[in-house]
């Protein structure tokens, strides 16, 4: 198994836990949260393989990927009392998600000949239109129309990568750079409160 592979598969785990985690306190029965986190996780992906013209879809192409979903879901079950007391898991679990989907979003475009920039906004729709159909769902205003620093570190991640790319740098460590500036630009935005020019 490939970094990117094992990669795509623990974002997958993890948008599932996000999703399921977006129903707390709703009153929702299992099977709901398992649905939310089943569009969660594939959202995004979905989107970006049907705008490239890339079929079959990922997770229809390979059954691990259901597995991930599912996995997320058991450990979101079983984990239940636990991740939900803790401040911003849910934040936590939804950032580490964008960060592993927004680079392999890139690596997918780019695997099909579109141009890098093409590549970056694939990979920031690969991040958080999953996120976007899970508030969407769960009737909250969708993140990227809040306050917050959400899209734009996934950009700036994309840009990262495609950046080291052009340097040669290894492909692995282009990966956990890249992710890890999407991850330490989102959680210093959160810390501090940090977020773009309001349009006026």
């Not at 948008?15 to 995004?44: M, N, P, R, V």
């Amino acid at each position: 198994m490939d970094l990117q592979y094992a990669l795509e598969l623990i974002g997958t785990f993890f948008f599932a836990i996000s999703g399921a985690l977006a129903l707390q306190g709703k009153e929702a029965d299992w099977f709901a949260a398992a649905f939310t986190g089943f569009l969660t996780a594939i959202g995004g992906g979905t989107l970006r393989d049907v705008l490239l013209g890339s079929y079959p879809l990922v997770w229809i192409g390979d059954i691990n990927f259901l597995y991930a979903i599912i996995l997320g879901v058991i450990v979101t079950f079983i984990l239940y009392g636990f991740v939900s007391r803790l401040k911003r898991t849910f934040m936590l679990f939804d950032t580490v998600g964008i960060a592993f989907f927004t680079i392999l979003g890139v690596e997918k475009a780019l695997s099909v000949g579109v141009r890098p920039e093409i590549a970056a906004i694939m990979g920031m729709f690969t991040a958080i239109m999953g996120g976007v159909i899970r508030d969407t769902l769960t009737n909250e205003l969708p993140v990227i129309f809040r306050k917050e620093i959400y899209a734009t570190a996934c950009l700036a991640g994309a840009i990262c990568y495609l950046s080291l790319r052009l340097f040669e740098i290894d492909r692995n460590v282009n990966l956990l750079i890249s992710i890890g500036v999407i991850v330490i630009i989102r959680l210093l935005a959160v810390k501090f409160r940090l977020s773009l020019p309001k349009l006026k």
